[in-house]
């Protein structure tokens, strides 16, 4: 023991650091270890950290993907009520490919001195309302127009969803559950959207067919829900099905999804309630007449066959979707194979602009309420969103950057370090629903605010009056820009609006009125 306590403190380092030479000697597992013992671990170690060091010191402020330091920032400083301007000119480069240009008026709009928006300058409803063209039996105008994308809880935990939707609540957003169906933390009272996706979670039998009568009582059961939304496919993993692995189901998961414990659970890449349009149409239909619901569809762009062929069947028997959600190939909230995720489907402006060409042309452009997303959630990429003829924008990394993600980008390992994506209790005890809540409100608000305020410098009222013509892109040849409408073909259909004093006065207005 004498012994022991004589030696200097220096063969304590000296010792660990040989035995780890011998064994990264006699490992054959890693080359790089093996070659060179002890220093060769660094190399793994800087790999590991190398997302951070370049996202918070080697990247500049416009570089990174998906989100770079500039856009991450002013998410951060919106959500936080801190000053989220910038000084001394901008810092991009106006002569990038496909930067846009929003063209403001010589004569901004001066609200008259009632305006709804002097008093509130972020209260901005959907122009159309959703399911009054098929009359439905319970119409939506959505009381904001961005709100929360489809993000399931289990791919976001329970207090990040939480979060979201307490944050709705109070701004009058409305929430889309994702395909992972409705759980506990989206019934704090805002608005809610189902997604119903190819494995039907929550509403399915044993076996896993559709069943409408499990939609029917969720729909009784819970009527802040609004809409329904009919997953075809999404940005990140177009025709691709997913796995839920029998090792992260909980009690909790299995309940709301409707699944067994101890089982792996598939999702097909295809319905089996349906393989055809018509069949889609007439399923559609049926869960609106049972739920007296608007339903809606979603999907990433690919070959436009069938997008013509639904748009024809539309036309021939004035039946179909309430709503068309465009997810462009550059959205992806979850994890998703490599090649799916960068090179199957079309980015948000290729893909709504294709779509929205083949109903305008068969004049059902102004009968269905057309929702963007991927990467929209800053008021320059909306705004260009609604010139092309959106009318709702659809937020879901930005939402979650608002409660405090950090683009870890380990979505897919349950290890995020802000508890956001992680199903890791001890992750999730940083997240205080009554903090994050509030500063995802600071977001939303800020973003209709200064969308509001793009709108009133380009001589509109909302933005839904923005149209082609009002936003250039750059091109690249020669520092030239064309309008939207040359770049891509095409006019936007004109939006009907009265004024905003209107949309606020419709019996079917969403959001939490009784509070505004």
């Keep these: 023991m004498e012994f022991i306590q004589s030696l200097h403190w220096s063969v304590w380092i000296v010792i660990p650091i040989v035995g780890l030479a011998i064994r990264d000697i006699l490992q054959k597992k890693h080359t790089i270890q093996h070659n060179f013992p002890v220093i060769g671990h660094i190399r793994y170690m800087l790999e590991t950290i190398g997302p951070e060091l370049r996202q918070y010191i080697v990247a500049n402020n416009r570089e990174e ?26 810092d991009q480069d106006f002569n990038a490919v496909g930067y846009i240009f929003i063209k403001h008026a010589m004569l901004g709009l001066k609200l008259p001195a009632s305006h709804p928006n002097l008093k509130d300058p972020s209260v901005v409803p959907c122009a159309k309302t959703i399911g009054e063209y098929h009359n439905r039996k319970k119409p939506y105008k959505p009381y904001s127009i961005v709100n929360i994308s489809g993000m399931s809880y289990g791919s976001l935990s329970a207090k990040a969803i939480e979060s979201l939707n307490q944050g709705a609540l109070k701004f009058g957003c409305y929430h889309n559950t994702g395909e992972g169906s409705l759980s506990p933390y989206h019934k704090f009272g805002a608005d809610v959207v189902v997604n119903i996706g190819t494995a039907y979670f929550g509403v399915r039998d044993d076996e896993g067919n559709f069943s409408m009568e499990k939609l029917i009582k969720m729909t009784q059961d819970n009527p802040f829900i609004r809409a329904l939304e009919l997953k075809l496919s999404q940005g990140a993993k177009p025709g691709k099905g997913g796995v839920l692995p029998a090792s992260k189901i909980t009690k909790e998961i299995a309940e709301i999804r409707h699944i067994p414990m101890g089982k792996d659970v598939i999702s097909p890449a295809y319905h089996s309630a349906f393989s055809t349009i018509p069949e889609m149409v007439e399923f559609i239909e049926q869960m609106a007449h049972n739920t007296g619901l608007p339903v809606g569809i979603k999907s990433a762009v690919g070959k436009l066959e069938m997008w013509e062929e639904l748009a024809q069947y539309m036309v021939k028997t004035g039946k179909g979707p309430d709503f068309i959600t465009i997810d462009g190939g550059e959205g992806g909230t ?122 009133h410098a380009c001589g509109y009222e909302h933005p839904a009056q923005m149209n082609m013509k009002d936003v250039d892109m750059a091109m690249g040849d020669n520092n030239k820009t064309q309008s939207l409408a040359t770049a891509f073909g095409y006019d936007k259909t004109p939006v009907p609006f009265k004024g905003v004093s209107d949309l606020l006065a419709s019996p079917f207005l969403g959001g939490n009125k009784a509070s505004k």
């Design 65 to 90: 993907l998906p989100f770079n330091r500039g856009e991450r920032a002013w998410v951060y400083a919106s959500s936080k009520k801190e000053n989220n301007l910038q000084g001394f000119g901008s």
């Design 334 to 455: 979850g994890a998703a194979p490599h090649a799916f995720a960068d090179h199957v489907s079309l980015p948000f402006t290729f893909a709504f602009s294709k779509v929205y060409k083949i109903f305008q042309r068969y004049g059902l452009a102004d009968k269905i309420v057309f929702i963007g997303s991927g990467k929209l959630g800053f008021p320059e990429k909306a705004m260009m969103a609604f010139a092309m003829g959106c009318d709702l924008v659809n937020v879901g990394r930005e939402a979650m950057m608002s409660i405090g993600c950090i683009q870890a980008q380990v979505c897919h390992t349950n290890r995020c370090p802000t508890g956001i994506a992680t199903s890791n209790k001890w992750l999730q005890g940083g997240i205080d629903p009554t903090l994050k809540s509030e500063r995802f409100y600071n977001y939303l608000k800020t973003l209709n605010k200064e969308m509001l305020e793009i709108a």
